[in-house]
C-alpha cells in the first residue's frame, strides 16, 4: 500500500474559501504494486499528473487549503466514482451498463494507463479492488469533502479547484482553423458544477497570467467536478488542465526549462483564485 492516502497543506490562517485539490499528482508506488505491473518504472507513470502539486503548491501562503494526492492513479483513480469497477479487470464482477471510462481501462481501479497500455497480466480480485477504495480513494474523499464543509460553514460557500495536467497530444484535434492552441482548460460541466461568475474569473486569472484558456472542450471535468460541484447549496468546483508540455518533458517526466516560469505565473494565477469568494468568516462579515 501507498504510505498515505493524500497529503494537506493548511494555511495559518485560512483565510479563504477555496480548496485547491490534485488527485492525480501521487507518486508513491509501491514495490508489491510494482512487482504485480507488466509496465516498467517509467512507464507506469504516464497517466500521472506529475508535478501538479508543486505547480500549486503557494496555495496555502494566500490562505488556501492544499489537498494532494499520495497514492498513483495507476494505483486507484481519485477522479473515478468508487463504483465504476471494471469487470475487465475485476474478479467475480458482471457487466452492468455501458460506461464509456470503464470500458477504455480507465475505471477507479484503471486496467490501463495512456496509450491503452495494460498494467496487469489478468484480472485483480474484488477484495484488492475494495481494500484499494476503503484505504487510499475513501479517506481521501472523506477530508475532501470535510474540507468544502468547513469551508462552507466558516466562509458561507465553498469552491474546488480541481488542478489536473493534460497530454499535449490532447488538444491535437481541437485547434480551430487560425485559432491558438488551448494550454488551459477550464471545466465546469458545461456551467452545472459552478456559478458562472466564479468561472468566469478562474479563466481570467489564468488569461491575464498569459495563458491561452479554453472551457469545457475537450474537458468538461469528470467525477470529482460533477459530484462536488453543487451551485445551489453553495458548493462550487472547477477542474483545471494545464497542457504538460509547458512544464514538463513528457517522454523523460522531467521539468523542463520553463518550469520554474509556469511555476511563478500560475503563483499569481492561485493568489487570484484564493481570492473568490468570501475572505471573511460569517460572524465577522455579519458584524
Same mark, same amino acid.
Given at each position: 500500500?501507498?504510505?498515505?492516502?493524500?497529503?494537506?497543506?493548511?494555511?495559518?490562517?485560512?483565510? %479563504?474559501?477555496?480548496?485547491?485539490?490534485?488527485?492525480? %499528482?501521487?507518486?508513491?508506488?509501491?514495490?508489491?504494486?510494482?512487482?504485480?505491473?507488466?509496465?516498467?518504472?517509467?512507464?507506469?507513470?504516464?497517466?500521472?499528473? $506529475?508535478?501538479? /502539486?508543486?505547480?500549486?503548491?503557494?496555495?496555502?501562503?494566500?490562505?488556501?487549503?492544499?489537498?494532494? $494526492?499520495?497514492?498513483?492513479? $495507476?494505483?486507484?483513480?481519485?477522479?473515478?466514482?468508487?463504483?465504476?469497477?471494471?469487470?475487465?479487470?475485476?474478479?467475480?464482477?458482471?457487466?452492468?451498463?455501458?460506461?464509456?471510462?470503464?470500458? %477504455?481501462?480507465?475505471?477507479?481501479?484503471?486496467?490501463?494507463?495512456?496509450?491503452?497500455?495494460?498494467?496487469?497480466?489478468?484480472?485483480?480480485?474484488?477484495?484488492?479492488?475494495?481494500?484499494?477504495?476503503?484505504?487510499?480513494?475513501k479517506p481521501y474523499h472523506d477530508r475532501l469533502q470535510a474540507l468544502l464543509s468547513a469551508a462552507r460553514e466558516t466562509f458561507?460557500?465553498?469552491?474546488?479547484?480541481?488542478?489536473?495536467?493534460?497530454?499535449?497530444?490532447?488538444?491535437?484535434?481541437?485547434?480551430?482553423?487560425?485559432?491558438?492552441?488551448?494550454?488551459?482548460?477550464?471545466? /465546469?460541466?458545461?456551467?452545472?458544477?459552478?456559478?458562472?461568475?466564479?468561472?468566469?474569473?478562474?479563466?481570467?486569472?489564468?488569461?491575464?497570467?498569459?495563458?491561452?484558456?479554453?472551457?469545457?472542450?475537450?474537458?468538461?471535468?469528470?467525477?470529482?467536478?460533477?459530484?462536488?460541484?453543487?451551485?445551489?447549496?453553495?458548493?462550487?468546483?472547477?477542474?483545471?488542465?494545464?497542457?504538460?508540455?509547458?512544464?514538463? /518533458?513528457?517522454?523523460?517526466?522531467?521539468?523542463?526549462?520553463?518550469?520554474?516560469?509556469?511555476? %511563478?505565473?500560475?503563483?499569481?494565477?492561485?493568489?487570484?483564485?484564493? /481570492?473568490?469568494?468570501?475572505?471573511?468568516?460569517?460572524?465577522? $462579515?455579519?458584524?
Open positions: 500500500m501507498p504510505e498515505t492516502s493524500y497529503h494537506l497543506h493548511m494555511p495559518d490562517p485560512q483565510t %479563504s474559501c477555496v480548496v485547491f485539490a490534485s488527485p492525480h %499528482s501521487g507518486c508513491d508506488y509501491p514495490n508489491s504494486f510494482l512487482r504485480t505491473t507488466v509496465l516498467d518504472a517509467h512507464s507506469i507513470r504516464s497517466s500521472e499528473d $506529475a508535478f501538479v /502539486d508543486r505547480l500549486f503548491d503557494c496555495a496555502p501562503q494566500f490562505g488556501a487549503a492544499f489537498l494532494c $494526492a499520495g497514492a498513483p492513479r $495507476a494505483y486507484i483513480d481519485l477522479n473515478r466514482s468508487a463504483e465504476e469497477l471494471d469487470p475487465a479487470l475485476i474478479e467475480g464482477l458482471r457487466r452492468t451498463g455501458h460506461n464509456p471510462r470503464v470500458a %477504455s481501462g480507465l475505471g477507479v481501479v484503471p486496467r490501463v494507463v495512456a496509450g491503452g497500455r495494460a498494467i496487469y497480466r489478468g484480472k485483480l480480485p474484488r477484495i484488492e479492488a475494495e481494500h484499494r477504495i476503503r484505504r487510499i480513494w458561507g460557500e465553498a469552491i474546488l479547484i480541481d488542478c489536473h495536467s493534460m497530454p499535449h497530444e490532447a488538444l491535437d484535434g481541437s485547434v480551430r482553423l487560425g485559432g491558438k492552441r488551448p494550454e488551459v482548460v477550464i471545466g /465546469d460541466r458545461f456551467g452545472a458544477s459552478a456559478r458562472s461568475e466564479i468561472v468566469e474569473r478562474v479563466e481570467a486569472a489564468f488569461a491575464a497570467a498569459g495563458f491561452v484558456v479554453a472551457r469545457n472542450a475537450p474537458f468538461a471535468g469528470a467525477y470529482t467536478t460533477q459530484y462536488y460541484g453543487r451551485p445551489s447549496r453553495g458548493q462550487h468546483a472547477v477542474q483545471v488542465e494545464i497542457d504538460r508540455a509547458l512544464y514538463m /518533458d513528457e517522454a523523460t517526466i522531467t521539468p523542463n526549462a520553463r518550469f520554474d516560469d509556469v511555476r %511563478s505565473a500560475l503563483r499569481g494565477v492561485v493568489a487570484e483564485l484564493a /481570492d473568490l469568494g468570501d475572505r471573511q468568516p460569517q460572524q465577522l $462579515a455579519a458584524e
